[in-house]
């Protein structure tokens, strides 16, 4: 999905920079690093992840089943800071606007809950981790380089990766692991996008309106 966000760039603390020549990675490299920062000063190298509660059963024989509780709490994520540029960028010019077109990806995303697990008087406690592999963004703005003034002409996160739940010490109760493994991985594959969206946008939008892109 894509969507079009304009800056104003009174608005963005500058560290202007100037690069020649229009060597198209370098710039979205340098782009990033800023992105990188700005994200780890914003707090977004630590996000909270939503409570969430599950049910799990067990058939005890035909037409009867047996139910228990699990609760998973605290959960973070990690890794939004690690974001870089997959393939090659490209720089196009249309009047006075230098366009940026790139895809993104992560170096390493995850995270994990604290979970609370009870069935008919058993009670566990365990941890959770959790990781996200190959996440897919493509992001395509446009810069004046005279004013610094940014467009994001498409913001489109076209893959949300695989995700990975690494649930252990389950013990007695390990029977459960396929049903809660499943309610992880819907929980956050339904929760992801809006998780990215906005801190991956705002770091980009302001990195763009702070460096000059190259001249051709």
Same mark, same amino acid.
Request: proline content about 4%; glycine content about 12%.
């Given at each position: 999905?894509?969507?079009?966000?304009?800056?104003?760039?009174?608005?963005?603390?500058?560290?202007?920079?100037?690069?020649? @020549?229009?060597?198209?990675?370098?710039?979205?490299?340098?782009?990033?690093?800023? +992105?990188?920062?700005?994200?780890?000063?914003? @707090?977004?190298?630590? /996000?909270? /992840?939503?409570?969430?509660?599950?049910?799990?059963?067990?058939?005890?024989?035909?037409?009867?089943? /047996?139910?228990?509780?699990? @609760?998973?709490?605290?959960?973070?994520?990690?890794?939004?800071?690690?974001?870089?540029?997959?393939?090659?960028?490209?720089?196009?010019?249309?009047?006075? /606007?230098?366009?940026?077109?790139?895809?993104?990806?992560?170096?390493?995303?995850?995270?994990?809950?604290? +979970?609370?697990?009870?069935?008919?008087?058993?009670?566990?406690?365990?941890?959770? @981790?959790?990781?996200?592999?190959?996440?897919?963004?493509?992001?395509?703005?446009?810069?004046?380089?005279?004013?610094? +003034?940014?467009?994001?002409?498409?913001?489109?996160?076209?893959?949300?990766?695989?995700?990975?739940?690494?649930?252990?010490?389950?013990?007695?109760?390990?029977? +459960?692991?396929?049903?809660?493994?499943?309610?992880?991985?819907?929980?956050?594959?339904?929760?992801?996008?809006?998780?990215?969206?906005?801190?991956?946008?705002?770091?980009?939008?302001?990195?763009?309106?702070?460096?000059?892109?190259?001249?051709?």
């Amino acid at each position: 999905m894509g969507r079009k966000r304009n800056v104003d760039v009174q608005q963005v603390p500058r560290r202007i920079r100037t690069k020649q @020549g229009g060597n198209a990675n370098e710039y979205v490299d340098e782009l990033l690093e800023n +992105a990188r920062q700005w994200l780890i000063d914003n @707090g977004y190298n630590n /996000l909270q /992840l939503p409570d969430a509660d599950a049910e799990f059963s067990q058939e005890i024989f035909p037409g009867f089943e /047996l139910s228990g509780s699990a @609760g998973f709490r605290s959960g973070s994520l990690q890794g939004l800071e690690t974001i870089l540029r997959s393939g090659d960028a490209t720089l196009d010019t249309d009047g006075s /606007l230098i366009t940026i077109s790139t895809g993104l990806g992560f170096q390493a995303v995850g995270g994990g809950y604290e +979970a609370f697990l009870e069935f008919e008087g058993i009670e566990i406690s365990t941890d959770v @981790g959790l990781r996200i592999n190959d996440i897919d963004i493509f992001l395509q703005a446009s810069v004046d380089p005279a004013t610094l +003034a940014v467009t994001i002409n498409q913001f489109n996160i076209n893959d949300l990766g695989d995700i990975e739940v690494d649930l252990t010490g389950l013990g007695p109760l390990d029977w +459960a692991l396929g049903e809660l493994v499943s309610f992880l991985k819907d929980l956050l594959g339904n929760i992801l996008y809006d998780l990215l969206e906005d801190p991956i946008l705002d770091a980009l939008t302001q990195a763009l309106g702070n460096i000059i892109p190259p001249t051709f």
